[in-house]
C-alpha cells in the first residue's frame, strides 16, 4: 500500500481481463450459484465489527505519530510493514523506523501495542504493501513464513498478520504457512488480508483460492476498493471505481463465495491523497455498508438479499486520516459503532443555525456528522450518522439543538 500511486499497468491488466476473459468469467463465475456452507467463527470484534486503518512505520509525507495516537475507534490497527528477513527466504521481520517517526523507541513501540490491547484493541503486523516483496513459493519458504511471523509476535506482542501482498500469491503454500501459525498461535489468531479488486474476478485468482482454503481461520478480508480501474460486479456487469456500485457489486463476490458477512470488509482510502484513484467520501462507504446489510441507500446495484452485519471498514491509512482531522475515523467510526475518530478542528461552541435554510427532517434520509434540517421550527445538526431518529432534545442524542430558526 504505502504510497499508492495508481498503477496504470494494473488498470491496463484488468481492461484487458475483463475485455478478453469475460465470457470465461461468465461461465464460471466468481460467485457460486448456490453459496457453500459458511465457514466457521474466527475471531470477532470486541465492538461487534471492525475499522481497520494502517499505521505508517515510515515518514511518506503525510503525517507520523506513535500508536498511542491512534484514535480509540480503530480497534484494529495494521503496522505497515514488515520486512524480509535476509538469508531467510519467505522469513519476515521488523525494523522500527525510530529515525523517521521521531525517535519513538522500540520499547516506547511494544508499551503500546500492549496498552491498546489493554483497551480491548487488536494490532496485527503487515506483510507486503506496494513496495513489499515477500515470496512464498514452496515448502520451506511456507515453514520460514510461519517460523518468522510468530517470533515477531512473541517479541513485540502482535495480535496476528496481515496479508498485502500485492505482486502475487501462492494460494498453496501460504495456506501452509498460515495453517502452520494458527496452530502455533491458538484461536485468537488474527489474520486479514487486503487483496486487490482484479484478485477475485475468477476463481483461478490466487487470493481467491487462498480465502476459500482459509476461512475457517480468516479474520476478515478487506479489498482495496482503489487503484483498480473498472471490475466485474457479482452479476457479472463491470463497474467504475469510485461510486457505491463499485464497492457492493465487489463485496457481493465474496459475500457469496461461503464467507460469513462478518469476513468481508471495504477497504478505502481515507484522503484523496492517499491513493491515485478510487477515493470515495464517508458518505459513500456508508450507503456501501447499509446497502449491502439491509438493501438500503443502494445505487442502481442492489444485493439480491441483506447479508446483515458485515466485517467493517479498513482505511489507508490512519496517518493520512489525521492530515484531515480523522474525519473518517470519526463517520465510520460512528457507523459501525467503534467510537469517535479523535483530535480534529474544534468545533464552533456556538455554531449559527442560520434562518431554517437547512432542509427539513426526512425520516427515510441518512445524515452524517455535519449535516442540519429543521424540525418543529429549530435547527439540528447530526453528531454522528443517524437514520430514523427524530430531532428531539435528548441527553446524548444524536441530534444538536443549535436553537430556533
Given at each position: 500500500?504505502?504510497v499508492k500511486r495508481l498503477r496504470s499497468a494494473m488498470a491496463l491488466i484488468a481492461s484487458a481481463f475483463i475485455a478478453f476473459a469475460g465470457s470465461a468469467i461468465a461461465t464460471a463465475p466468481a460467485h457460486a450459484a448456490g453459496a457453500p456452507a459458511a465457514a466457521p467463527q474466527a475471531p470477532a470484534a470486541a465492538s461487534g465489527q471492525w475499522l481497520t486503518g494502517y499505521w505508517h512505520n515510515f515518514d511518506n509525507g503525510s503525517t507520523v505519530m506513535p500508536l498511542s495516537e491512534v484514535p480509540s475507534a480503530y480497534n484494529l490497527v495494521a503496522v505497515a510493514f514488515a520486512d524480509n528477513m535476509p538469508g531467510t527466504p519467505g522469513g519476515i521481520t521488523f525494523n522500527l523506523a525510530s529515525g523517521e517517526l521521531d525517535g519513538y523507541s522500540a520499547q516506547a513501540f511494544k508499551d503500546d501495542i500492549a496498552a491498546l490491547q489493554a483497551q480491548g484493541r487488536k494490532?496485527?503486523?503487515?506483510?507486503?504493501?506496494?513496495?513489499?516483496?515477500?515470496?512464498?513459493?514452496?515448502?520451506?519458504?511456507?515453514?520460514?513464513?510461519?517460523?518468522?511471523?510468530?517470533?515477531?509476535?512473541?517479541?513485540?506482542?502482535?495480535?496476528?498478520?496481515?496479508?498485502?501482498?500485492?505482486?502475487?500469491?501462492?494460494?498453496?503454500?501460504?495456506?501452509?504457512?498460515?495453517?502452520?501459525?494458527?496452530?502455533?498461535?491458538?484461536?485468537?489468531?488474527?489474520?486479514?488480508?487486503?487483496?486487490?479488486?482484479?484478485?477475485?474476478?475468477?476463481?483461478?485468482?490466487?487470493?481467491?483460492?487462498?480465502?476459500?482454503?482459509?476461512?475457517?481461520?480468516?479474520?476478515?478480508?478487506?479489498?482495496?476498493?482503489?487503484?483498480?480501474?473498472?471490475?466485474?460486479?457479482?452479476?457479472?456487469?463491470?463497474?467504475?471505481?469510485?461510486?457505491?456500485?463499485?464497492?457492493?457489486?465487489?463485496?457481493?463476490?465474496?459475500?457469496?463465495?461461503?464467507?460469513?458477512?462478518?469476513?468481508?470488509?471495504?477497504?478505502?482510502?481515507?484522503?484523496?491523497?492517499?491513493?491515485?484513484?478510487?477515493?470515495?467520501?464517508?458518505?459513500?462507504?456508508?450507503?456501501?455498508?447499509?446497502?449491502?446489510?439491509?438493501?438500503?441507500?443502494?445505487?442502481?446495484?442492489?444485493?439480491?438479499?441483506?447479508?446483515?452485519?458485515?466485517?467493517?471498514?479498513?482505511?489507508?491509512?490512519?496517518?493520512?486520516?489525521?492530515?484531515?482531522?480523522?474525519?473518517?475515523?470519526?463517520?465510520?467510526?460512528?457507523?459501525?459503532?467503534?467510537?469517535?475518530?479523535?483530535?480534529?478542528?474544534?468545533?464552533?461552541?456556538?455554531?449559527?443555525?442560520?434562518?431554517?435554510?437547512?432542509?427539513?427532517?426526512?425520516?427515510?434520509?441518512?445524515?452524517?456528522?455535519?449535516?442540519?434540517?429543521?424540525?418543529?421550527?429549530?435547527?439540528?445538526?447530526?453528531?454522528?450518522?443517524?437514520?430514523?431518529?427524530?430531532?428531539?432534545?435528548?441527553?446524548?442524542?444524536?441530534?444538536?439543538?443549535?436553537?430556533?430558526?
Amino acid at each position: 500500500m504505502t504510497v499508492k500511486r495508481l498503477r496504470s499497468a494494473m488498470a491496463l491488466i484488468a481492461s484487458a481481463f475483463i475485455a478478453f476473459a469475460g465470457s470465461a468469467i461468465a461461465t464460471a463465475p466468481a460467485h457460486a450459484a448456490g453459496a457453500p456452507a459458511a465457514a466457521p467463527q474466527a475471531p470477532a470484534a470486541a465492538s461487534g465489527q471492525w475499522l481497520t486503518g494502517y499505521w505508517h512505520n515510515f515518514d511518506n509525507g503525510s503525517t507520523v505519530m506513535p500508536l498511542s495516537e491512534v484514535p480509540s475507534a480503530y480497534n484494529l490497527v495494521a503496522v505497515a510493514f514488515a520486512d524480509n528477513m535476509p538469508g531467510t527466504p519467505g522469513g519476515i521481520t521488523f525494523n522500527l523506523a525510530s529515525g523517521e517517526l521521531d525517535g519513538y523507541s522500540a520499547q516506547a513501540f511494544k508499551d503500546d501495542i500492549a496498552a491498546l490491547q489493554a483497551q480491548g484493541r487488536k494490532v496485527v503486523i503487515s506483510v507486503g504493501g506496494e513496495r513489499g516483496h515477500v515470496s512464498v513459493s514452496n515448502a520451506a519458504e511456507a515453514a520460514n513464513f510461519a517460523d518468522t511471523t510468530y517470533a515477531l509476535m512473541n517479541e513485540y506482542g502482535f495480535d496476528g498478520v496481515d496479508i498485502d501482498l500485492e505482486h502475487g500469491i501462492n494460494a498453496q503454500y501460504m495456506t501452509e504457512a498460515l495453517r502452520s501459525l494458527s496452530a502455533r498461535a491458538g484461536s485468537d489468531l488474527i489474520i486479514t488480508m487486503a487483496p486487490q479488486t482484479i484478485d477475485y474476478q475468477a476463481t483461478t485468482m490466487g487470493y481467491y483460492q487462498l480465502t476459500n482454503n482459509i476461512k475457517d481461520i480468516l479474520t476478515i478480508v478487506n479489498m482495496q476498493y482503489y487503484n483498480s480501474g473498472s471490475m466485474l460486479g457479482c452479476d457479472q456487469r463491470v463497474y467504475s471505481q469510485g461510486t457505491v456500485d463499485f464497492l457492493t457489486a465487489l463485496a457481493c463476490i465474496q459475500l457469496e463465495m461461503g464467507l460469513r458477512p462478518d469476513q468481508v470488509g471495504l477497504g478505502l482510502p481515507a484522503v484523496p491523497s492517499a491513493a491515485g484513484g478510487g477515493y470515495q467520501s464517508t458518505g459513500n462507504v456508508i450507503r456501501a455498508v447499509d446497502c449491502l446489510e439491509t438493501r438500503a441507500n443502494c445505487g442502481s446495484f442492489t444485493p439480491s438479499r441483506a447479508y446483515g452485519e458485515i466485517g467493517g471498514v479498513m482505511t489507508w491509512s490512519i496517518n493520512w486520516d489525521a492530515t484531515n482531522g480523522y474525519a473518517f475515523a470519526d463517520a465510520i467510526g460512528q457507523r459501525l459503532g467503534t467510537g469517535e475518530g479523535g483530535p480534529g478542528p474544534d468545533p464552533d461552541p456556538d455554531p449559527d443555525p442560520g434562518d431554517c435554510a437547512a432542509p427539513a427532517w426526512s425520516a427515510g434520509s441518512v445524515y452524517v456528522r455535519g449535516d442540519r434540517v429543521t424540525h418543529n421550527g429549530r435547527t439540528w445538526e447530526a453528531q454522528w450518522w443517524t437514520l430514523n431518529e427524530t430531532p428531539a432534545p435528548v441527553e446524548w442524542g444524536v441530534w444538536k439543538d443549535l436553537g430556533p430558526c
